[in-house]
């Protein structure tokens, strides 16, 4: 290993499963190991095979056999005992270990509960726990919000300097989702779909937690609209399958169960992005929200509300558009709007193609990596590895 190579951790207990944040931290995984760093990933599902050589060595760290409340804190503990032990040049933490160089948060939990339910969350035995304690005890430098919407509730409810608290979007991949795969990808999903040209579908995309990212707000708001335009329509749903059954029956009792379709997670969620004309995503709280993202650089136009992180993305007069919160009465009426009127579709996306066009994975990382540096990764600003120059990362 060459001298100005370094030795970077980064700990995620789920590293190599499914999402938007996994996607991420291996994606800078990747580009630390291209620059010639040696990287090590520390989690608790590395062992499952989402973790490939080119994005460093897995470190795994056991499940606890039992008394599965504990797991985040014997995670905790055990990630935080391998690092001391390891000496390293840098720790990247990203909120299920204690001390880290640089952390990053992508989810508000304190923050999340209060929406969706209503009081205070007890954080015993959560992830909550564990962030409570990192603030507490201060265990970072800087910390990397994903959002204003992070940022502010950060700062105001941990007493952080918002100085502290820098912002950084994540980045999505442009070969991954791009419109000009639009043709690839639409018709034959539509056909699986059992969805004809001429029907405007509808599609929430997520990893899963459908509570949320609201879709009983969205099958509520797709019940309220006028017959004629359901029968125009239909309703695509792709997540984690746990809970459809549930979701299912109370779209039998809207009357709308024949208008829907669930579909399970898949890694290649750019194809049903393609196929759809229009993105619902009305989440009660959504710290960031890849998936709106995605649709933004897929050219698909989006009903969602500003308790979105992503669409701080949005120009001014689109932002100023969209709801406060989701309310199953404003998502029906940004759904009317949309599928009534084909052409302000096509505005929409135009506008939100050109917003997005710029936050790719790769920005996210030269982002990142100048939070790092400024929290004492010794990378030289011109070269950022042995004899590769930025312009030379993947891409």
């Known amino acids: 290993m060459s001298t ?7 700990a995620f207990r789920g590293i190599g499963d499914i999402g938007g944040t996994n996607n991420t931290i291996t994606d800078h995984a990747r580009y630390f190991c291209k620059l010639g760093h040696q990287v090590d990933l520390i989690g608790g599902k590395v062992h499952k095979g989402g973790v490939t050589p080119d994005m460093g060595r897995a470190v795994r760290i056991q499940r606890l056999p039992v008394l599965s409340r504990y797991k985040w804190r014997w995670f905790a503990a055990r990630a935080q005992q391998y690092i001391d032990q390891q000496n390293y040049d840098f720790v990247a933490g990203h909120g299920h270990h204690y001390r880290q160089d640089v952390l990053s948060m992508h989810n508000c939990l304190h923050l999340a509960h209060e929406l969706l339910h209503g009081d205070a969350l007890d954080a015993r035995g959560t992830l909550a726990e564990i962030h409570d304690r990192i603030f507490a005890e201060d265990g970072f430098k800087l910390c990397i919000c994903n959002s204003r919407l992070m940022r502010d509730d950060l700062s105001q409810r941990y007493g952080v300097d918002p100085e502290r608290l820098p912002v950084i979007y994540p ?6 989702f791009n419109r000009g795969d639009r043709q690839r990808y639409r018709d034959a999903v539509r056909e699986e779909l059992g969805c004809d040209e001429h029907t405007t579908l509808i599609g929430l995309i997520t990893s899963g937690d459908y509570q949320k990212r609201g879709l009983d707000i969205l099958l509520h708001a797709y019940a309220a609209l006028e017959d004629g335009l359901r029968q125009s329509s239909m309703l695509l749903v792709l997540g984690k399958q746990a809970s459809s059954s549930f979701f299912m029956a109370e779209a039998r009792a809207l009357g709308i169960a024949d208008r829907m379709r669930f579909v399970p997670h898949t890694l290649s969620p750019q194809r049903y992005f393609h196929a759809l004309d229009i993105c619902a995503h009305p989440a009660r709280i959504e710290e960031f929200g890849q998936v709106v993202q995605e649709a933004f650089a897929c050219g698909v136009p989006v009903v969602t509300s500003k308790r979105v992180g992503a669409t701080e993305l949005l120009p001014k007069n689109l932002y100023d558009a969209l709801p406060e919160a ?8 940004q759904l009317e709007r949309l599928i009534r009127d084909e052409r302000e579709r096509r505005a929409i996306a135009e506008q939100m193609i050109e ?13 990142t990596l100048d939070v790092y540096r400024q929290a004492g990764l010794d990378i030289p600003d011109d070269v950022d590895g042995p004899g590769t120059k930025t312009e030379n990362l993947p891409r």
């Open 171 to 176: 980045g999505y991949r442009p070969a991954q």
């Open 355 to 367: 917003q997005v066009r710029c936050n790719t994975a790769e920005t996210n990382f030269r982002a």
């Open 4 to 10: 100005t190579s370094k030795r970077i951790a980064i």
């Open 326 to 333: 989701p309310t199953a009465a404003n998502i029906s009426a």
